[in-house]
């Protein structure tokens, strides 16, 4: 056989397992056969140089046939020579040493053959599994090699197992160690360390493939296991070269629950202000018994006032979490300003399955997405189109064939257990299924929000009023009182200051409409927002009186003061008793004047101007 060497270029590239520490990486071979040979060689570098190959023990039905095709009874420390092959049936295992101190092990219902060139020694694994453990180097003119028929492994000082399935492809898991992977002829290599594996597939472009990731305990086969078991420093030198527990492996669940908590508190969360999480939840989409991570994630309203969301899918490959598949807006939009009941996500049932059910039903027309998921993507299940009166035809619709009213009505009833957790309008989150509750000051501010979009507010001010590092909310609404006057009673609107502050978990509110219901008569109504230049606290306040600012009341979260402006006299008075009264009404004046100036004006309104514009604010 003709020695094929190895170059070392090293490339690494993207982990397919997302959230795992070890990251997957992928690279693909340019130019080379479709059918590539994939050489491994270990970092410790140099050819391996075997002498001799025995068959050294077996266990069940065990095969042998020489170069010639002929069968040989399988006996202990059986020479094996060029040509030879080996086989096993079903609960069946054959174990094959070199020199006592290099074990190889096949699997049940595996085959390989021995191909000899001297002193090199190479095992062609034909189908099957063979396990390697080479604790010590070959010497010099020696070397041995594991392959398959697509795949070249140069053993050294390693420990692992090499798989060869038609389906999957040339698989190799390294326990311990550290080897190279590379294309023969390609000219680069990578690196796969311990607690990683390495599979060789043909892409769609007809090129090899080699995707490397880590693997967990629970994908270490019984026939690798049981070698570990017994030979406890073996099991201690790959638990710390790896990582893996493999004789007391961690519960898979925990762990892939572990890393679904990870990745949900690695992304921020939607707070209608920054784009993040709106939904996620543990779902067993596919019905196996292993949980998919499910998230939907919302972006603050476009320009159309439309939301825009996406999905992504989180499973389970070879023990730790995997981004399955992404999908955005899917479905119906969801408007941040219409609400209608029937547009929005919810999960269904179906025959034992969840399904996402995204529906669009506003007026009588209406459009429902079914989605499952299939092979780690998501898949549509059903469509469904009702259409009155548009451009199109009117009539029922799946996958946008006609169909019958009892068609429709049977694909429709299929799903049922529905539970609606994405609605629409300001709003639109209705269940956060396993999301962390958001921060406070999110809460806040929330909370602050809704107390000004469910109102008539005129006029809104964020701003902390007693100096407790607590901002309070300060909004001026008009509001409904009801009247008594000589008689009688009316309802009228008034325009008053309302006061939210945040406890923790929810507002309070308070009315500071003392000044609102009280001054009676004349151009009366708030004045602004002040502070107290003696206290630093913040008040709002009220003009009234039969002229305008002739009373003013102020109010803070916990006082009030109140300056009236009392004149003396009257149109009756002549001569000095007039001059003297106008002379002590400019005293008055002054000194109410004086008093006003306590509370400096942060928003002062002007009479018939209207308020500052401070609701988008």
């Avoid at 399935?165 to 590379?182: M, N, P, S, T």
């Avoid at 429709?408 to 639109?428: H, L, M, N, Q, S």
């Avoid at 001059?579 to 009404?585: R, S």
Wanted: charged content about 25%; some cysteine.
């Amino acid at each position: 056989m003709e020695e094929k060497e190895t170059q070392g270029t090293e490339t690494q590239t993207e982990k397919s397992n997302l959230l795992a520490k070890l990251p997957a990486k992928t690279w693909a071979v340019i130019g080379a056969a479709v059918v590539a040979a994939v050489v491994i060689a270990l970092l410790a570098g140099g050819r391996i140089k075997a002498a001799t190959m025995h068959l050294l023990r077996t266990e069940g039905a065990v095969s042998v046939a020489d170069g010639e095709g002929r069968e040989v009874a399988p006996k202990e420390n059986l020479g094996l020579y060029g040509g030879y092959q080996v086989g096993t049936r079903s609960s069946s295992y054959a174990w094959i040493d070199l020199d006592e101190v290099k074990l190889a092990k096949m699997d049940q219902d595996s085959e390989i053959q021995i191909h000899k060139e001297d002193k090199r020694l190479e095992v062609e694994v034909k189908s099957g599994s063979l396990f390697f453990n080479v604790t010590q180097p070959l010497a010099e003119d020696e070397a041995l090699e594991i392959r398959t028929s697509t795949m070249m492994v140069g053993v050294r000082g390693t420990c692992g197992w090499v798989v060869s399935d038609g389906e999957k492809g040339a698989q190799v898991f390294i326990l311990e160690g550290r080897v190279e992977v590379g294309a023969a002829g390609a000219g680069s290599s990578m690196a796969v360390d311990a607690g990683e594996m390495a599979q060789l597939a043909i892409n769609e472009d007809g090129k090899p493939e080699i995707t490397v990731r880590p693997f967990a305990e629970e994908y270490v086969p019984d026939f690798v296991r049981v070698e570990l078991e017994e030979d406890s420093g073996l099991s201690a030198a790959v638990l710390e070269a790896s990582g893996l527990d493999v004789l007391n492996p961690p519960d898979p669940a925990e762990r892939l629950k572990a890393e679904y908590e990870e990745i949900i508190a690695g992304r921020p969360l939607f707070d209608y202000a920054n784009e993040g999480l709106c939904y996620a939840d543990y779902i067993d989409f596919e019905n196996d018994g292993v949980p998919e991570l499910f998230m939907i994630q919302f972006a603050p309203a476009d320009q159309n006032g439309d939301w825009v969301y996406s999905m992504e899918l989180y499973g389970e490959e070879l023990g730790y979490a995997k981004q399955y598949d992404t999908a955005d807006m899917m479905g119906p939009y969801l408007s941040s300003m219409a609400d209608w009941d029937g547009r929005g996500i919810w999960l269904s049932r179906s025959e034992g399955r969840i399904y996402i059910h995204m529906c669009d039903n506003s007026g009588q027309n209406g459009s429902n997405w079914y989605y499952t998921v299939e092979d780690g993507s998501f898949v549509e299940s059903d469509h469904l189109d009702a259409v009155h009166g548009s451009a199109y035809e009117t009539g029922l619709y799946s996958f946008d064939q006609e169909i019958t009213a009892e068609e429709f009505k049977t694909i429709a009833d299929k799903y049922v257990d529905e539970t609606k957790i994405v609605g629409e309008g300001p709003r639109p989150m209705l269940d956060r299924g396993i999301l962390p509750e958001l921060p406070s000051e999110s809460l806040q501010r929330l909370a602050f929000l809704d107390a000004l979009e469910s109102g008539n507010a005129k006029y809104a001010k964020l701003i902390d009023m007693d100096q407790d590092g607590e901002e309070e909310l300060i909004l001026l609404e008009s509001k409904k009182y009801v009247f008594e006057d000589t008689g009688y009673t009316y309802e009228d609107y008034v325009d008053v200051f309302s006061v939210y502050s945040w406890n923790g978990a929810g507002i309070e509110s308070v009315t500071m409409d003392e000044g609102g219901i009280t001054i009676a008569g004349g151009d009366s109504g708030p004045s602004g927002v002040y502070r107290d230049q003696q206290t630093g606290d913040i008040y709002v306040g009220y003009e009234g009186g039969w002229e305008r600012g002739e009373d003013s009341t102020f109010h803070s979260l916990t006082d009030s003061v109140d300056f009236s402006l009392d004149y003396v006299g009257g149109d009756w008075l002549e001569g000095e008793e007039m001059a003297a009264a106008i002379a002590e009404n400019e005293r008055l004046r002054a000194e109410y004047q004086a008093k006003l100036k306590r509370f400096e004006p942060i928003d002062k309104f002007e009479f018939g101007a209207g308020y500052p514009d401070t609701i988008d604010q």
